[in-house]
């Protein structure tokens, strides 16, 4: 059986989830939806040289135009959403009334949280609607719910994550592989973590630590930051003592960017200089977008788990490890590849029937070990020890 998907947005991470589709999910057509039609076509195009093919097309639209949008997902199997997340609970919806599966890329718990409110409508239309997918949260939430079940019981599970230019180049040693306001997002305010048994919030930036990977990646700093968890957090609650997440970088890149949270860049409200209103936000957003927008597409990602807990009766340790690289072949990026991919793989398992309907979060949709073996299809090495 074959089956018809989409991906409304056709940029970096939506045209991985294209070609994904096209590779593993049995397409017979591969709609990309997007209100720019030079960049849609464009990505369409590349997409079926890449997979020398013809079922990749393009349809403009905008994500704001309901109807349209019900009118393409009615003949839609399954969709990616690779919008910013504020679009995501709107598309929850036109999927529900379009009888479409929906997974998206996320980034805002709160946003995730009222589109799982929606479970029953999904499960009266036989769908499935997985949010926040992706790299970082997404496939580390998966690596994570497969760690559980090396264990009789987990005490203590550390999570770690990276996005990160093969050759960082001075002061800012950071490329940016993803949208900036995410990034930002991530590093503002505070975390939703397990503590002593407990959700807790912790503040970013909390929690510095050293990390020695493989070389030729060396070392690397570690900081507490938000949203990379999902709603992950309370569904473990009282369940395990300890849960972090921590984002990985190169030494330095810390200190510069906590500094320009304190000074307030990362704030969303509007202050008035000589007359005029501006968001700090924006301000930090339009200078610091060029200093790292990617000199090249050569970067690397990487996802640790470490776990401590209980087996057979005695103390256990486990970790898993991930480290992937630019592909030539291809032009995908790593980031590309671990979170175009994550929320593809969600989707063709929806589109195939193989995964929980009704409105779920990551760790409760596919088991972690299957999203493992997907990956290693995609010739992704995840090693386990433990």
Known sequence: MSFTYAVIGSGRQGAAA??????????????LVDSNGKNAKSVAERINRLTDSELCSYIIADVNDESLLISILSEVDSFVSAVPYKFNYGLTKAAIEAG???????????????????????????????????????????????????????????????GLPQNPVP????????????????????????????????PCFDGFEELILPEPIGKLEAVVTAGGLSTLPWSLEGKVKTLTNKTLRYPGHWAQFKSFAQLGLFDETPIEINGCKIAPRDFYHTLIGPKISPR????????????????????????????????????????????????????????????VRGAVPVHKAVPGLEIINEFRKRGIAIDVQG
């Open 171 to 202: 002061p800012w040693n950071y490329e940016l592989f993803f949208n900036l306001n995410g990034l930002t997002n991530e590093y503002y305010g505070k975390a939703i973590l397990i503590k002593d048994g407990k959700v807790t919030e912790i």
């Open 296 to 355: 090249s597409e050569k970067d690397f990602g990487i996802i640790r788990i470490d776990a401590a807990g209980i087996k057979n009766g005695k103390p256990h340790k486990a970790q898993i490890e991930l480290i992937d690289y630019y592909d030539k072949e291809t032009g995908f990026t790593s980031m590309q590849k671990l979170t175009g991919w994550h929320a593809s793989i969600i989707a063709i398992l929806a589109a195939e029937g193989k995964i």
């Open 18 to 31: 294209a070609y994904d589709f096209i590779k593993f999910g049995n397409a017979k057509k591969v709609l």
């Open 100 to 162: 479409s599966s929906m997974t998206d890329l996320g980034g805002n718990t709160s946003i995730v949280k009222e589109q799982l409110k929606l479970d029953e409508q999904a499960k009266d239309k036989d769908i499935s609607i997985v949010p926040d997918c992706g790299m970082d949260p997404g496939l580390n939430i998966s690596l994570i719910t497969y760690m559980l079940e090396l264990f009789d019981k987990v005490e203590e599970i550390k999570s770690y994550g990276a």
